[in-house]
């Protein structure tokens, strides 16, 4: 699975910002697809997930009912809309895929940068 993360940029808090994650090479219908961050200094932490057949979601703490991950099948792209974007949000994200039976993902796209300022 090719992963092309897209959609990161400079925003002022409060702001919004839509990532992107088209998918190629496999077909998705037996993976989790997940948003991941790394901060300056700090490890990768998992942000959001989504499962592809059920489209079952599930968010780390810090950003739930502030950002949502959906995916478009006909797309073979997930999204992440992040709204109420904080300081504290500014990361690389990536985009991951995995199998969605050991949700271990094996797949990482190449991260996209959100900056958000204060």
């Known amino acids: 699975v090719q992963l092309q993360a897209s959609g990161g940029g400079l925003v002022q808090a409060g702001g919004s910002l839509r990532l992107s994650c088209a998918a190629s090479?496999?077909?998705?219908?037996?993976?989790?697809m997940g948003w991941f961050r790394q901060a300056p200094g700090k490890e990768r932490e998992f942000v959001a997930r989504i499962i592809w057949s059920s489209g079952g979601t599930a968010y780390a703490d810090s950003v739930k009912g502030r950002f949502t991950i959906s995916r478009d099948s006909a797309k073979s792209t997930v999204y992440l809309q992040m709204n109420s974007l904080k300081p504290e949000d500014t990361a690389i994200y990536y985009c991951?895929?995995?199998?969605?039976?050991?949700?271990?993902?094996?797949?990482w796209g190449q991260g996209t940068l959100v900056t958000v300022s204060s």
């Open positions: 991951a895929a995995g199998s969605k039976y050991s949700q271990v993902y094996s797949y």
């Open positions: 090479g496999r077909t998705l219908s037996n993976f989790v």
